[in-house]
């Protein structure tokens, strides 16, 4: 069996009986990673220095380029950070490197987290292992890529409004967006701070709590973590859903979903029942609103984080060539014409718009409003049932170009994902079979706040009777 | 039969001027350009299934911007969105809010983008929202401090490692005052 396509426990398992040293795992998934690297453009750059770890999981990793990893560029695949070498660890990387983790590179993906596609990052697009001509999904589309391709045994994405979960689901993997504060988010180069969450992309639904295990836990440098004990989430695996309510959202199955996904996730939804789950009907009547909601709040919170890139302090530093308002304010103004791309431009106007003066009651507030209304629908919705069901996608994978054009086309593909960024709730995306043309396609749940226990449990009963992650993209 | 029968269908369809996806959201169809797909949801009924068919092969016209959200059952239409709010002094003042400088045609597309955008956000005005309460946050978490006691952290040299320009532990700027 070749290594780049085993999981990280299969691997332990291995490395525990002498069958294979973790040095060996690292040149192994190097080899594969750099090999087909031309094809999927899933890493930006492989780190400097690779060596192999010691530790309790000293495994090769993929890091989305918005993760500070100490000395090693982290640009968020944006021409403004070029050169960025931050002057420390991020949380999650610093405890990977305790537990011996080793990591591989950088993994693309849309400019600052600005995207469903990979397309908008200033090192060109990543290509989906299953069909190079389809989009990887985005933004984490690098990470979803690579542990597809097994061009690295797990990777680490971040989520704001669907980011680990839909690449997860246009590659087969698993993606995982723990409960807001659950992942320290210490060294994330922040996009929307009431959204963004850290998370692991996985083979599958273990090696999701295993990296869970890692990266979880209270950690006094990021304010918004949660001081809550951390379970060994891999506990939580086998327990039986006999009588777990798994709700289904009647405003989830609206006709425009491709009819394969249908299909795929009302045979999901049959492999659960004949596990003697119960199945409940449940709505949460604002999810027509999120996708508006969410274009908002994220991006009035994205436009004040990304004021600090202004030249000051790190990456581009850029003048006009004809002095327009002053040396300083020249500055300021150029760094970020040339070093922004179109949909981060984009997006920092429309924060900036929508929190104006004039517009801030109209717009941003309204949407906070709207917020709480999507936040109380799941509250009510988990009186009703312990787990929701839902596609992660409306599609399987679209083709590289085609929505590029169009900005409201390409947001409505986080259709799904959206609420569960807005409520702070966890969720898991899980590949529940394929389309015509054999491109994967995702299947969601969603759990009450900090229930990733629950929601692990249930994905991997999923995954044992219906084992679709065992198919391996042939690259 | 087939292409007789798609070529019926493009007729109609291009007398059409607004087409309605499947969240509620009508679009504009100009007959001018070429054709991108322009939302997930052509795929499914047969009236869905033909639009698809006809972008495969013909070039069918660009379908533009949502001009109005009908998914509260087509009660408000517009729901208060004025038509061309973004003008140009609005991109250029916003622009300038943003520390961003934009070249013309730059500008232009971005008052396009951002009209289409607020015009589908427009649809929240649908919503009774006088008596809810904001969230700015999902945990119910205070201001967190932490113990007022030295803790190691990075030193000056590390913290100016990668700086653009610095002198004597800042970083250097331009001067501001000329």
């Known amino acids: ?278 199945i409940v009907d449940i709505a949460l009547p604002h999810t027509a609103y999120a996708v508006a909601t969410y274009y908002i709040v994220a991006t009035a919170e994205a436009s004040s984080n990304l004021a600090r890139f202004d030249g000051v302090e790190y990456g581009l530093r850029a003048f006009p060539a004809v002095p327009r308002k002053g040396k300083l304010i020249d500055m300021y103004e150029e760094t970020r014409a040339q070093g922004f791309g179109a949909e981060a431009k984009r997006r920092i106007m429309l924060g900036t718009y929508v929190l104006s003066s004039g517009y801030y009651d109209a717009y941003y507030l309204r949407a906070q409003k709207v917020r709480t209304l999507i936040k109380q629908d799941f509250e009510k919705a988990f009186g009703a049932c312990d787990v929701i069901l839902s596609p992660t996608t409306p599609t399987t994978a679209f083709r590289i170009g085609e929505k590029m054009n169009d900005p409201v086309a390409m947001y409505l593909s986080d259709i799904f994902t959206i609420p569960a960024n807005m409520a702070g709730i966890p969720a898991i995306s899980i590949p529940c079979g394929f389309d015509g043309a054999k491109l994967p396609v995702g299947l969601q749940l969603m759990a009450g706040p900090f229930a990733e226990e629950t929601l692990l449990a249930a994905a991997y009963a999923y995954e044992q009777a219906a084992p679709w992650h065992q198919a391996r993209a042939s690259l | 039969m087939w292409l007789k029968l798609l070529r019926s269908r493009l007729n109609r369809s291009c007398r059409r001027t607004l087409w309605e996806n499947n969240y509620g959201d009508t679009y504009q169809i100009q007959r001018t350009d070429l054709v991108h797909v322009p939302i997930i949801p052509f795929h499914n009924s047969p009236h869905n299934f033909q639009i698809f068919t006809l972008i495969l092969l013909y070039k069918i016209p660009k379908i533009t911007r949502p001009l109005r959200t009908v998914d509260d059952g087509g009660v408000f239409f517009n729901h208060g969105f004025q038509e061309n709010m973004i003008t140009a002094e609005t991109v250029n003042y916003i622009s300038s809010l943003a520390r961003l400088h934009l070249e013309g045609p730059e500008a232009v597309k971005l008052a396009g983008d951002l009209e289409a955008i607020l015009h589908y956000a427009a649809k929240l005005n649908a919503l009774d929202v006088a008596s809810v309460t904001p969230t700015s946050h999902v945990l119910n978490v205070e201001n967190v401090f932490r113990d007022d006691v030295p803790a190691p952290g990075l030193t000056p040299e590390q913290a100016f490692s990668f700086a653009i320009e610095s002198q004597d532990n800042a970083y250097k700027v331009p001067r501001i005052i000329e």
């Open chain 1, 1 to 278: 069996m070749n290594t780049a396509s085993l999981t990280a426990h299969e691997l332990m398992d291995r490395i525990k009986i002498g069958g294979i040293t973790p040095a060996r795992i690292v040149d192994d998934v190097l080899a594969r990673a750099q090999a087909v690297n031309p094809g999927t453009h899933a890493f930006i750059r492989f780190a400097d220095k690779i060596t192999a770890g010691e530790g309790a999981c000293p495994l090769p990793i993929a890091i989305k380029d918005n993760i500070c990893v100490n000395g090693s560029l982290t640009t968020c695949a944006s021409k403004i950070l070029e050169g960025f070498r931050p002057p420390y660890d991020a949380e999650v990387v610093a405890r990977i490197k305790a537990a011996g983790g080793v990591i591989l590179g950088s993994a693309n993906m849309d400019e600052f987290a600005f995207g469903s596609s990979c397309e908008t990052s200033v090192y060109g697009p990543s290509h989906n292992p299953w069909d190079l001509k389809r989009v990887p999904g985005g933004s984490s589309g690098g990470s979803a890529a690579a542990v597809a391709a097994g061009q690295a045994v797990w990777a680490l994405g971040s989520d704001t409004g669907g980011s680990i979960r839909q690449p997860a689901a246009f590659c087969g993997v698993v993606g995982l967006k723990p409960t807001y504060g659950r992942v320290s988010r210490y060294g994330l180069i922040a996009f929307g701070s009431s959204l963004d969450q850290i998370g692991p992309i996985t083979k599958d639904v273990r090696d999701g709590a295993l990296l869970l295990n890692i990266i979880a836990g209270f950690d006094p440098k990021d304010s918004t973590s949660v001081n809550a004990p951390v379970p060994d989430y891999t506990r939580a695996l086998g327990r039986d859903v006999k009588g777990l309510r798994i709700g289904i959202p009647r405003e989830y199955f609206i006709p425009g979903i491709q009819p394969e996904v249908l299909a795929a996730v009302r045979a999901a939804i049959d492999v659960f029942k004949a596990q003697g789950a119960q």
